[in-house]
């Protein structure tokens, strides 16, 4: 008869198993974890040698299991779990967080190299389809670092720091690797000021309009004007728009930022001819929102200007986002008689292919291709190319990032129609844009009669 204790003592045990357990994948969790971390601390308390835990998060993971459903999301995460499992180094561990997020514990990684050789190796067995019957899939995987004791000696500041470097591979983009170091928590840290500074400019109306003229090649008459934002910071003077733009995107308030600038712009628009139009960039998040056209449409109808004075730009890569719902917002705004300009054109991905699916009014030519047409024969074909099918499409053209008389020249002949940059002017506020009015347009006009 076997003893009370060897009776009990699995039982005993099997609360703690699960406990530590993922249920979906069988991989340890948090709690696993936290107590691996714990073990090696103490066994090196004497000699405190360094060792890493890393985090993976799966990028773009949330569509496809919107796309695909949970069960499927369910079976990509089993696979991951699979592949890590099988292809951890001896006396690491693996582990399961919440949602899309695996975690390791590298006893054998010593250093940043070390630690970054090993993301991308997880990075390649990560990369490979995955099998969900009918279908296969691809996922990419961004990871965070951390190594004891020079990033933490204790449990949670060590996954507070991998965490920390897991959201700038983030940031970075998809498929990045990052270890904690000092440089990169301050970065962090400027990160997070710039936020908070953006948020309160957002809400303190502190975020102007800048105006760039579009002109009529022809003639150089002015046709209308593009709105750009600028900030100008108290305390961190001027803030690029190229960083806080996305900022406003990642943060989730790029609609109050967009919904402010289009007020302004359209209130400025209202002083100039009524034959002027104004262009106006939507972003991507924008046009993943369903409720994006009717904002829109609201703006102008509080301020007063027509919607067939508002051109708005959109990109390749926001058209591509989320297409049918884009598609909506396009045919919405349309209807209602803005015009839309597909801007960067020949930068981004299935030109041809949104050209034929998306109904646009214009095309704007990417300056990569405006800045190098007079010293390479590649990007003046590519121009000539673009003018070619888009008067094919009845589509009218603007040429970006004219800065010499002779690149205006030599678009002016090949055909183009409209060109934008510093040539014809830098982009100013509202107040100089009407100076700019004044001696450009207003004089231009009287002459055009007079003739």
């Not at 699995?10 to 357990?21: F, G, N």
């Not at 919607?307 to 959109?314: A, D, G, V, Y």
């Amino acid at each position: 008869m076997k003893s009370a204790e060897m009776l009990l003592g699995p039982v005993s045990q099997e609360p703690q198993a699960i406990a530590y357990t993922d249920p979906l994948t069988g991989l340890g969790n948090r709690h696993r974890m936290r107590e691996r971390t714990r073990q090696i601390s103490l066994e090196r308390a004497s000699d405190p040698a360094p060792f890493t835990i890393g985090i993976v998060n799966l990028d773009s993971f949330k569509p496809i299991n919107d796309l695909f459903g949970v069960e499927a999301g369910d079976e990509i995460l089993c696979q991951v779990a699979h592949r890590l499992r099988a292809c951890i180094p001896d006396g690491a561990t693996v582990t399961r967080h919440d949602g899309d997020e695996f975690a390791f514990v590298l006893p054998l990684v010593f250093e940043r190299l070390g630690a970054e050789k090993f993301g991308q190796m997880i990075r390649e067995v990560l990369s490979a389809p995955y099998d969900l019957g009918e279908r296969n899939v691809r996922l990419s995987a961004s990871f965070g670092f951390a190594i004891y004791p020079f990033a933490g000696e204790e449990f949670d500041d060590l996954l507070k720091n991998a965490e920390t470097a897991l959201y700038r591979s983030k940031r970075r983009g998809r498929g990045q690797i990052t270890v904690y170091s000092r440089e990169i928590a301050q970065e962090m840290k400027r990160a997070t000021q710039l936020e908070q500074a953006l948020r309160n400019a957002i809400i303190s109306d502190a975020i102007d309009v800048h105006f760039q003229p579009i002109v009529s090649l022809a003639n150089n008459m002015v046709l209308g004007f593009e709105a750009l934002a600028r900030w100008n910071d108290p305390d961190l003077g001027f803030v690029s728009p190229a960083v806080f733009v996305p900022l406003a995107e990642e943060r989730g308030f790029i609609d109050a930022l967009s919904e402010a600038l289009l007020r302004k712009a359209a209130e400025a628009a209202l002083s100039w001819p009524r034959d002027l139009f104004l262009s106006f960039n939507l972003s991507s998040a924008q046009l993943m929102d369903p409720g994006t056209s009717s904002s829109v449409l609201a703006i102008l109808a509080r301020v007063g200007l027509d919607p067939h004075r508002l051109e708005l730009e959109i990109t390749e890569t926001a058209v591509m986002s989320s297409a049918d719902t884009a598609q909506r917002i396009i045919a919405d705004l349309r209807a209602a008689g803005v015009r839309i300009s597909l801007d960067d054109f020949g930068t981004g991905q299935s030109s041809l292919g949104r050209l034929r699916e998306f109904i646009f009014d214009k095309v704007k030519i990417d300056r990569a291709f405006v800045s190098r047409m007079n010293t390479d024969r590649v990007s003046e074909h590519i121009i000539k190319a673009v003018l070619a099918m888009c008067e094919g499409l009845e589509l009218r053209v603007v040429a970006e990032g004219i800065e010499e008389h002779a690149e205006a020249e030599k678009l002016r002949a090949l055909g183009c129609a409209m060109g934008q940059g510093y040539y014809f002017g830098k982009p100013v506020d509202s107040v100089a844009t009407l100076r700019y009015l004044q001696d450009q347009y207003f004089e231009a006009a009287s002459e055009h009669e007079i003739a």
